[in-house]
């Protein structure tokens, strides 16, 4: 084969595997979950059917008590829904947990005030039974990725909360897992803080083509980072609209003031509000 019919072949390799569909990352088919408590069936999830495709960036938003946190639960092997089907990586949530197939960030950082930075993120690879010198060279990469090297001495109560945040996004990075689950990690912050994290977790997401899914209250936040916005409504959650976002990728803050922010905004908006009015 001559250097031209190779270059021909990678090509229209290279074609086909662009139109080749890649199987979803998450693929959630009418999913149920209903918990059972003292006070009788509590309905938390209704026919829940989703895709979520790899490097996709995925808020999900609603009233509370919508199911947020137990859609992301349940992808994490945390809960376990009482109907329907849902596969993580083409496993069974409990299969992809145990090949370590995402990193969780919660609400509150939970780091241990007694261990530095540096030992808080250690903490899943020691688990996990990484040689030491792995341990440190990741920890290096987690804090370069998050903008805190050079912390990683400090222990959590010398770091802003913000700072916090970010330790805990770099702990959930540590190994290096396709999938960053993350419900509200930054609910508790002032806007301004805030805004400065969605910023550097665009960037990281850009740098690293993880795949994101994320849990807000927030309209602007929901539509300032996601590629595909799940308006969820009240309980029993279901999927009220899902809005592929037509932003580019690259996002200035100032992206904010644009016509088609405001447009998809509104979309939410509205949704939510539709999402009420089912009851
Ligand atoms: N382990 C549990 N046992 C019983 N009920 C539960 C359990 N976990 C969640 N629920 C109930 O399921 C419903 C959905 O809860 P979930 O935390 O997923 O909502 P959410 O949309 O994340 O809410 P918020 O925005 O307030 O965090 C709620 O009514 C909640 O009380």
Same mark, same amino acid.
């Given at each position: 084969?001559?250097?031209?019919?190779?270059?021909?072949?990678?090509?229209?390799?290279?074609? $086909? @595997?662009?139109?080749?569909?890649?199987?979803?990352?998450?693929?959630? *088919?009418?999913?149920?979950?209903?918990?059972?408590?003292?006070?009788?069936?509590?309905?938390?999830?209704?026919?829940?059917?989703?895709?979520?495709?790899?490097?996709?960036?995925?808020?999900?938003?609603?009233?509370?008590?919508?199911?947020?946190?137990?859609?992301?639960?349940?992808?994490?092997?945390?809960? &376990?829904?009482?109907?329907?089907?849902?596969?993580?990586?083409?496993?069974?949530?409990?299969?992809?947990?145990?090949?370590? #197939?995402?990193?969780?960030?919660? &609400?509150? $950082?939970?780091?241990?005030?007694?261990? @530095?930075?540096?030992?808080?993120?250690?903490?899943?690879?020691?688990?996990?039974?990484?040689? %030491?010198?792995?341990?440190? $060279?990741?920890?290096?990469?987690?804090?370069?990725?998050?903008?805190?090297?050079?912390?990683?001495? %400090?222990?959590?109560? &010398?770091?802003?909360?913000?700072?916090?945040?970010? #330790?805990? =996004? #770099?702990?959930?990075?540590?190994?290096?897992?396709? =999938?960053?689950?993350?419900?509200?990690?930054?609910?508790?912050?002032?806007?301004?803080? *805030?805004?400065?994290?969605?910023?550097?977790?665009? %960037?990281?997401?850009? *740098?690293?083509?993880?795949?994101?899914?994320?849990?807000?209250?927030?309209?602007?936040? #929901?539509?300032?980072?996601?590629?595909?916005?799940?308006?969820?409504?009240?309980?029993?959650? *279901?999927?009220?609209?899902?809005?592929?976002?037509?932003?580019? %990728?690259?996002?200035?803050?100032?992206?904010?003031?644009?016509?088609?922010?405001?447009?998809?905004?509104?979309?939410?908006?509205?949704?939510?509000?539709?999402?009420?009015?089912?009851?």
């Amino acid at each position: 084969m001559n250097m031209e019919t190779t270059t021909q072949a990678l090509n229209s390799q290279a074609a $086909a @595997s662009d139109i080749t569909p890649q199987a979803p990352v998450i693929e959630a *088919r009418n999913l149920d979950l209903t918990f059972q408590t003292n006070d009788g069936p509590v309905h938390a999830l209704k026919d829940v059917s989703l895709e979520i495709n790899k490097g996709d960036f995925v808020s999900f938003i609603g009233p509370s008590g919508c199911g947020k946190t137990t859609f992301l639960r349940c992808i994490a092997a945390l809960e &376990q829904p009482t109907g329907g089907a849902l596969m993580v990586n083409g496993m069974t949530p409990d299969e992809a947990r145990r090949q370590r #197939a995402y990193g969780y960030v919660f &609400q509150a $950082a939970g780091l241990y005030p007694w261990r @530095s930075i540096a030992k808080n993120i250690k903490l899943p690879l020691e688990i996990m039974g990484y040689s %030491k010198a792995e341990q440190a $060279a990741r920890v290096e990469q987690v804090l370069e990725l998050v903008e805190l090297a050079g912390f990683g001495g %400090k222990y959590p109560w &010398q770091l802003s909360g913000g700072m916090q945040q970010r #330790a805990s =996004i #770099a702990r959930a990075l540590a190994f290096d897992a396709d =999938i960053l689950l993350m419900d509200e990690p930054f609910g508790a912050l002032d806007e301004i803080v *805030r805004d400065h994290l969605n910023e550097q977790l665009l %960037k990281l997401w850009a *740098r690293t083509d993880k795949t994101i899914g994320f849990v807000t209250h927030s309209i602007p936040e #929901a539509v300032y980072l996601s590629t595909k916005i799940v308006v969820m409504s009240p309980r029993p959650g *279901r999927i009220h609209d899902v809005i592929d976002s037509p932003l580019p %990728k690259e996002r200035p803050l100032d992206i904010r003031d644009s016509a088609e922010f405001i447009e998809i905004a509104h979309r939410v908006r509205d949704g939510l509000r539709a999402g009420h009015a089912d009851d």
